[in-house]
């Protein structure tokens, strides 16, 4: 109760197969985020296709993404640390996720260290069902704009909407990639870490 989660984010477009994915990656405390501590993951898989150059926004070109699994794996019900007087505390983190995902009073303590993938079906709505969901990666396809230089790739927001994602982009910032390439597959990490 009035825990933070701390998410970290990786993007992966994999050139061959397409092969789609997103894992969000979350702890309770900022300094285990940053130090890749985690309890919890949600990954969002599938397969993804170019689609050219954008007739919508010079200089952009488009892709969309079908969404073949939405998954959650919880990793533990505590997390432990120590303070700074070198005590060892536990923090529950079952009840932040109740919290967070209530979806119908699912009974979390019933998937520790279990992968669900069933999880659009049990939470649905998923907006109103669980805050931990990125909303768009739900759908079962998603569209989206960007650029890409050798180093970095700059990606729209994702929508459900092909006329979101193509002719009206919004933002979403841009990210290095891992390793330089021209194609836009490749492992990116998005962990700008905002408490949810």
């Not at 300094?31 to 993951?41: G, H, P, V, Y």
């Not at 073949?68 to 079952?94: A, K, M, N, Q």
């Not at 669980?130 to 994702?158: G, N, V, W």
Request: glycine share 8%; proline share 6%; net charge neutral.
């Amino acid at each position: 109760e009035g825990h933070e989660i701390f998410m970290a984010s990786v993007f992966v477009l994999e050139a061959e197969g397409r092969r789609f994915r997103r894992i969000d990656r979350g702890a309770l405390e900022l300094k285990a985020c940053r130090e890749n501590d985690f309890w919890l993951e949600v990954a969002y898989e599938g397969r993804w296709r170019l689609h050219g150059g954008s007739l919508y926004v010079k200089g952009l070109s488009i892709a969309a993404v079908d969404i073949t699994s939405v998954s959650v794996t919880v990793f533990g019900d505590s997390v432990c640390r120590l303070d700074g007087r070198g005590r060892r505390y536990c923090l529950p983190t079952l009840p932040v996720l109740a919290k967070a995902c209530p979806c119908y009073e699912f009974d979390w303590g019933n998937n520790i260290r279990r992968t669900r993938d069933d999880l659009r079906e049990v939470c649905d709505p998923v907006g109103r069902q669980c805050m931990l969901f990125k909303e768009a990666y739900t759908h079962p396809q998603i569209f989206f704009s960007y650029r890409a230089t050798l180093d970095r790739i700059c990606i729209s927001q994702p929508s459900p909407v092909a006329s979101a994602g193509w002719a009206n982009p919004t933002d979403a910032g841009c990210s290095p990639k891992d390793e330089p390439s021209t194609c836009l597959a490749g492992r990116l990490d998005l962990s700008g870490a905002p408490p949810l």
